[in-house]
């Protein structure tokens, strides 16, 4: 009972910290098109995209009805759409692996409603945590730690899916967002970093 408890106060803090790093992420977002794209608006599809779909890891979220199901699905596509267009983020081997580590958890734990419902919210998560690893010109000292970030993160998912509530894998969870937000900080105080050339512009 007592780990229970600890499992779900661990997954309410980790939440604030996926929150917070939507927002870093929207505001990195917001930089490069600010600073390099023609297209506007993108990066509120960031924003938007992740808040709506970090609800996906509120309890009884699968429950909660279809406009809110939806919503949930839809923020993968969003977020997909805006990193895609504005380029800060492409499709790699790695990312690709990740995904199928997804569908894993998804066969693993049973394929339940509320398991595939919160699958497109770690999708989500999995493409915000990779527009900072993959950014373009990022320095590699910033690039390793949130693609550690997000390879934590899929282990987190697959074992929660098999061992849904256990205190100890929920600590991978809380790992994985405090590296997403440290890298997150350090690429917002580093000089120069966000700041390329047109040239360069993604």
């Known amino acids: 009972m007592v780990k229970m408890e600890a499992y779900f106060q661990i997954m309410t803090f980790g939440g604030v910290l996926s929150l917070l790093g939507i927002f870093l992420t929207w505001n990195l977002a917001r930089i490069v098109?600010?600073?390099?794209?023609?297209?506007?608006?993108?990066?509120?599809?960031?924003?938007v995209g992740g808040l709506v779909t970090a609800a996906g890891f509120l309890p009884g979220a699968s429950s909660g009805g279809d406009a809110i199901e939806w919503a949930i699905l839809l923020g993968p596509v969003l977020i997909g759409y805006a990193l895609s267009e504005s380029g800060l983020v492409r499709a790699n081997i790695e990312m690709l692996l990740q995904t199928a580590v997804v569908g894993m958890a998804l066969v693993l734990g049973g394929g339940s409603r509320t398991l595939v419902v919160e699958s497109f919210s770690v999708v989500s998560t999995l493409l915000l945590i990779n527009a900072l690893a993959f950014y373009m010109y990022i320095p590699s000292w910033v690039s390793r730690v949130p693609r550690t970030a997000?390879?934590?993160?899929?282990?987190?998912?697959?074992?929660?899916?098999?061992?849904?509530?256990?205190?100890y894998v929920s600590l991978l969870y809380l790992l994985s967002q405090l590296l997403w937000i440290s890298a997150l900080i350090r690429l917002n105080l580093a000089d120069g970093v966000l700041h390329t050339s047109a040239q360069e512009g993604l």
């Open 33 to 47: 098109e600010h600073r390099h794209l023609r297209k506007k608006g993108l990066s509120w599809l960031v924003l």
């Open 150 to 167: 997000a390879w934590i993160f899929m282990t987190f998912f697959l074992l929660n899916a098999i061992y849904g509530g256990d205190f």
